[in-house]
């Protein structure tokens, strides 16, 4: 199978999973409302980044360099999917802009509204908090809303010593 082939494949299969996100917050919608439903998946979404942290616990909870580079392996086929760029990396912080996002994408390309897509990359993106806390260092994101350029803004800040 060629590299293009793969990363197809790989791509559609994030895309399946904003989709997978979107499915879930319609049903329990209808069933909850969209208010609580958006607080039980962020915290469902929460509780996955805490097991992906794991990955990440050896450099808290300031090696930020290597969260940095251990973090960007992580990420499956960079450039085709979240296409990340590095606005900083120093001992006080790491801030990563993510340009693209297949989420995004496939909420786009399935006719949601911006404020439809704001409020799945706000489920979606609460990954990235238990990540990064549950790896031990402190975190914010700015997720997308419209008109922001690319996607989600990543801030990793040094966490707790002891934390």
């Given at each position: 199978?060629?590299?293009?082939?793969?990363?197809?494949?790989?791509?559609?299969?994030?895309?399946?999973?904003?989709?997978?996100?979107?499915?879930?917050?319609?049903?329990?919608?209808?069933?909850?409302?969209?208010?609580?439903?958006?607080?039980?998946?962020?915290?469902?979404?929460?509780?996955?980044?805490?097991?992906?942290?794991?990955?990440?616990?050896?450099?808290?909870?300031?090696?930020?360099?290597?969260?940095?580079?251990?973090?960007?392996?992580?990420?499956?086929?960079?450039?085709?999917?979240?296409?990340?760029?590095l606005d900083r990396?120093?001992?006080?912080?790491?801030?990563?802009?993510?340009?693209?996002?297949?989420?995004?994408?496939?909420?786009?390309?399935?006719?949601?509204?911006?404020?439809?897509?704001?409020?799945?990359?706000?489920?979606?993106?609460?990954?990235?908090?238990?990540?990064?806390?549950?790896?031990?260092?402190?975190?914010?994101?700015?997720?997308?809303?419209?008109?922001?350029?690319?996607?989600?803004?990543?801030?990793i800040r040094p966490?707790?010593?002891?934390?």
């Amino acid at each position: 199978m060629t590299d293009e082939k793969w990363r197809e494949l790989l791509i559609n299969a994030i895309k399946s999973r904003a989709m997978f996100y979107y499915a879930f917050y319609k049903e329990f919608s209808a069933e909850i409302g969209p208010e609580k439903t958006a607080e039980i998946m962020k915290r469902a979404t929460y509780k996955r980044g805490l097991e992906i942290g794991k990955h990440f616990a050896e450099y808290a909870p300031g090696d930020m360099e290597g969260l940095k580079d251990s973090f960007l392996e992580f990420m499956p086929d960079p450039k085709a999917t979240f296409n990340p760029k590095l606005d900083r990396c120093d001992s006080e912080g790491l801030d990563i802009q993510l340009q693209s996002c297949p989420l995004k994408d496939a909420w786009k390309e399935a006719g949601l509204s911006d404020e439809e897509i704001t409020i799945m990359a706000s489920i979606a993106g609460h990954v990235d908090n238990g990540t990064f806390e549950g790896a031990g260092f402190d975190f914010h994101a700015e997720t997308w809303k419209p008109g922001h350029k690319g996607c989600c803004q990543l801030h990793i800040r040094p966490g707790k010593k002891g934390a």
